[in-house]
């Protein structure tokens, strides 16, 4: 009887299905497959809206572009896998790539590039091509230090260096003509690095080829940093700086993060995340929320407010094999927080505002 309503008022119908159901629905007659087929788009920008799959009123088809990069189906499915990845029901697979080598220390994937970023625990970064599995680009472990932490965000390389300086590398496709940022100039010995390294890299496309852009000198002694949106969060003792990375340029100091909070410091610092709003420094005694543009202290959270359940990971049995050499299965298993231990060990933040805590 769908068929026989008003065009408009079915297709409202409709979006009030779950979004699964919308392929089912196809098949009931060759009436719905039609309604259905020749209005998708409206169908599933409806349905986009109405589960809330998008978050601003009055968008248009013209906006769909930006939320899916394809049409309004492709984000819809795309957001239910996304969903059931979180409901650990999404299907996985394994691809390893041999070109980076078995000395990772740290590892930033631009999927939409098709790029590895690593860094190794002998010292050295590496650019790997995701689909061919082959070394683009790289600098030497004379160059870059042991252990090194790496960030990445369009386009942008961030790792530390002995002395607590950040070195931030350019995307040289996106560079143009323009040297470096002229805020934080790169060093003499980054300068260095590249020119040694144009020989061994030379290709005529610079596909994952990066040049030196800034180095960021820090005001004292880090912790952690995280680069996000350009945005790069760096934290010390008892300062927190965020960097402008495009500029090379320090746009805010939020002070005194361990100031008391619920008669506790913040701790000894564990992790950073930054977002465009707000600054999260997880130290051992508590995570804190800092506003930007301001640096007000709009939450605190101790290991004490938590749950008394965690969920452990652990080696799971109950899976098949995946074929790989060096990734292990593995399982959830269910058991009581020790509310002894008043500490946090690490943090995880996530674009959805999930928190994982440690």
């Known amino acids: 009887m769908l068929h026989l309503l008003p065009a408009e008022v ?3 119908v409709v979006s009030y299905l779950p979004i699964q159901s919308l392929h089912n629905i196809l098949q009931v007659s060759h009436a719905w497959h039609d309604l259905i087929a020749v209005n998708e788009n409206t169908v599933y920008r409806n349905a986009a809206n109405l589960h809330c799959l998008v978050h601003e009123k009055g968008f248009d088809d013209s906006s769909q572009a930006s939320c899916s990069g394809t049409n309004w189906k492709s984000f819809c499915r795309r957001e239910f896998q996304i969903e059931w990845g979180w409901r650990g029901k999404a299907p996985a697979y394994v691809k390893e790539l041999s070109a980076s080598g078995t000395d990772v220390h740290r590892i930033k994937v631009d999927e939409e590039l098709g790029l590895v970023i690593t860094t ?16 683009l680009w790289g600098l030497p472990p004379s160059h870059v230090v042991e252990y090194a932490h790496c960030e990445y965000d369009h386009g942008y390389i961030v790792f530390n260096r002995r002395d607590n300086d950040k070195e931030v590398w350019r995307r040289v496709v996106d560079a143009g003509n323009e040297d470096h940022c002229t805020a934080s100039p790169p060093d003499s010995g980054m300068l ?56 090379g340029r320090l746009v805010e100091t939020i002070g005194d993060i361990q100031r008391r909070y619920h008669d506790k410091t913040l701790g000894s610092i564990k992790y950073v995340e930054v977002n465009d709003k707000y600054a999260f420094i997880c130290g051992s005694n508590q995570l804190r929320i800092f506003e930007r543009g301001g640096g007000a202290l709009v939450y605190g959270l101790s290991p004490r407010s938590l749950l008394g359940k965690v969920w452990n990971v652990v080696p799971s ?41 440690i």
Do not use: C
């Open 120 to 135: 190794g625990r002998r010292g050295g970064l590496l650019v790997t091509d995701l689909k061919g599995n082959g070394p």
């Open 192 to 247: 260095s690095a590249w020119t040694a390294g144009i020989p061994r890299w030379h290709a005529s496309t610079h596909h994952g080829h990066f040049k030196p852009w800034a180095l960021l000198r820090m005001p004292e002694s880090t912790r952690a940093f995280r680069l996000s949106h350009l945005t790069l969060l760096v934290s010390g003792s008892e300062n927190a700086y965020l960097w402008d990375v495009s500029e």
């Open 10 to 12: 079915a297709l409202q």
């Open 317 to 357: 049995g109950e899976h098949p094999a995946s074929g790989s050499s060096i990734v292990e299965r593995q399982g959830l298993q269910k058991s009581d927080l020790n509310m002894n231990d008043d500490q946090f060990l690490a943090g995880l933040f996530v674009p959805t505002m999930r928190i994982t805590l």
